[in-house]
C-alpha cells in the first residue's frame, strides 16, 4: 500500500489548496457506507459548505440509498444521486481501500483533476494523486476531523456528529484494540461541542425495525460452529438469503446486527456471516477476536478491512465462499494474543 506513517505535510497542503480553490468538489464514501465512510464525508461536506463551497457528497450505489441507521445525519441535503453528480474537478474519496469500492461513481473519480484519497485501512492500494493515508488511525473520520480543522473551520455540533458516529462504530463502541487515550481524548473534543452521542447510539445500535429481529433469530438459529477451524480456534458462521430479508421486507443493511451478535460466541476466535444482495451475489462479512488477521484473508479474495473486520464479494455460491474463508484460516498465522 501507499502511505504507513501520517500523511506528509505537502499532501495537507495540496488538499486544502484543491478544496479552497473555488472549482467544484465531490465527496464520496465507499458503496455501501458504514457511518465511518459516509459520516466523514458530509463532515467535511459541511466544513467545505461553510466556506461557501459548491460541494456534493455522494457513493456509487445502483440505487442509490442511504442506510437507514445513517439517515439522521446532519449534511443529508448535501447528497446526490451518482447519476446527478456531474464533472467534479475536485474529487475526495473516504474510507475507500480499493478504487472499486468507488462503485458507479469510478469514472467520475478517475477522471478529476485533483484526486484525493482519505483512509486509515492497511489494504489501501494506493489509487488517487494524493494520498491522506494513517493505517494507525483508528477511524478515517479522525482524518477527516483533521481536515475540518485545516479548512479552518470552527468545529460545531453538526460538524462533530457524523465525526463521532464514524469514531464510535469503527472503534467498536471504543471496544476495539485500536483505541488509545488519542482515540478517546478525540471523542471528548467531539462531546464538548454539545452533540448528542445518546441519540447517534440510539439510531445506529437501538433502532430496527421487528422484522430485523427476526431476521437475526432466524440466522442465529441457522448459525454453524466449527471448533477446529482456524486452526483449531475456531469459527462460526450462518447465512442470510435474499429470500430471508424478502420475507421480513428488509434492505440488505439491515443484516450488518448479525456479525455483531455472532462474534461474541466463545467457542470461536472468527465470526462469519454471508449476505446475499439484491443481484444474488454474496457479501462476506468477518469479525475476529485479534488471534485471526481477517483483512489478509479478505483481500486474498478480493476485498479488505481491517484485522478484526474486514469482507469480501464471495465467487459462487455459499459451499464455495465458506471454502473459500476455511482455506483462508486454516493458512493464516495464529497471532498472540
Given at each position: ?5 501520517a500523511?506528509a505535510?505537502?499532501?495537507?497542503d495540496?488538499t486544502v489548496?484543491?478544496?479552497t480553490?473555488?472549482r467544484?468538489?465531490?465527496?464520496l ?9 459516509l ?9 467545505l459548505e461553510?466556506r461557501g ?7 456509487g ?12 445525519l ?6 446526490v444521486s451518482?447519476?446527478?453528480v456531474?464533472?467534479?474537478?475536485v ?9 472499486e ?13 485533483v484526486?484525493?484519497a482519505?483512509d486509515?485501512?492497511?489494504s489501501?492500494?494506493?489509487f ?14 479522525v ?6 480543522d485545516?479548512l ?5 455540533a453538526?460538524?462533530?456528529?457524523p465525526?463521532?458516529?464514524?469514531l464510535?462504530t469503527d472503534?467498536g463502541?471504543?471496544?476495539y ?11 471528548a473534543?467531539?462531546l464538548?461541542?454539545g452533540?448528542?452521542h445518546?441519540?447517534?447510539a ?7 425495525p421487528f422484522?430485523?429481529l ?6 442465529l438459529?441457522?448459525?454453524v ?8 480456534l475456531?469459527?462460526v458462521w450462518t447465512v442470510v ?23 461474541i ?8 456471516v454471508?449476505?446475499?444482495?439484491d443481484t ?12 485471526i488477521?481477517?483483512?489478509?484473508i479478505?483481500?486474498a479474495?478480493g ?10 464479494t464471495?465467487?459462487?455460491g455459499?459451499r464455495?465462499v465458506?471454502?473459500a474463508?476455511?482455506?483462508g ?9
Amino acid at each position: 500500500m501507499s502511505g504507513t506513517a501520517a500523511p506528509a505535510e505537502a499532501d495537507w497542503d495540496a488538499t486544502v489548496a484543491a478544496l479552497t480553490s473555488g472549482r467544484p468538489v465531490l465527496l464520496l464514501a465507499h458503496v455501501s457506507p458504514d457511518a465511518d465512510a459516509l459520516g466523514s464525508a458530509l463532515a467535511v461536506g459541511l466544513a467545505l459548505e461553510a466556506r461557501g463551497a459548491d460541494v456534493v457528497v455522494s457513493f456509487g450505489d445502483d440505487p442509490f440509498a442511504v442506510p437507514r441507521i445513517l439517515r439522521s445525519l446532519p449534511g443529508q441535503h448535501l447528497l446526490v444521486s451518482p447519476e446527478f453528480v456531474g464533472d467534479r474537478p475536485v474529487v475526495v474519496s473516504f474510507d475507500v481501500s480499493s478504487i472499486e469500492r468507488l462503485g458507479v461513481l469510478q469514472a467520475v473519480a478517475e477522471a478529476a483533476d485533483v484526486f484525493v484519497a482519505v483512509d486509515h485501512h492497511a489494504s489501501f492500494t494506493g489509487f488517487g494523486g494524493i494520498h491522506l493515508v494513517d493505517v494507525h488511525a483508528p477511524a478515517t473520520a479522525v482524518l477527516a476531523l483533521e481536515m475540518v480543522d485545516r479548512l479552518g473551520v470552527t468545529l460545531d455540533a453538526t460538524i462533530a456528529t457524523p465525526i463521532y458516529a464514524g469514531l464510535v462504530t469503527d472503534t467498536g463502541s471504543f471496544k476495539y484494540a485500536g483505541t488509545t487515550s488519542a482515540t478517546h481524548e478525540v471523542a471528548a473534543r467531539l462531546l464538548g461541542t454539545g452533540m448528542r452521542h445518546d441519540v447517534i447510539a440510539r439510531h445506529i445500535y437501538d433502532d430496527e425495525p421487528f422484522g430485523a429481529l427476526r431476521l437475526l433469530g432466524a440466522a442465529l438459529d441457522r448459525a454453524v460452529l466449527e471448533e477446529n477451524a482456524a486452526g483449531g480456534l475456531g469459527l462460526v458462521w450462518t447465512v442470510v438469503t435474499d429470500v430471508d430479508r424478502a420475507t421480513f421486507d428488509l434492505p440488505l443493511d439491515a443484516v450488518e446486527r448479525v456479525i455483531d451478535v455472532l462474534r461474541i460466541a466463545t467457542e470461536a476466535e472468527v465470526a462469519c456471516v454471508l449476505k446475499q444482495d439484491d443481484t444474488g451475489a454474496w457479501r462476506v462479512s468477518m469479525r475476529s477476536k485479534g488471534r485471526i488477521d481477517v483483512s489478509a484473508i479478505a483481500i486474498a479474495l478480493g476485498g479488505g478491512g481491517h484485522r478484526f473486520a474486514a469482507g469480501f464479494t464471495g465467487s459462487g455460491g455459499p459451499r464455495d465462499v465458506l471454502h473459500a474463508v476455511r482455506a483462508g484460516l486454516a493458512a493464516a498465522e495464529q497471532l498472540p494474543e
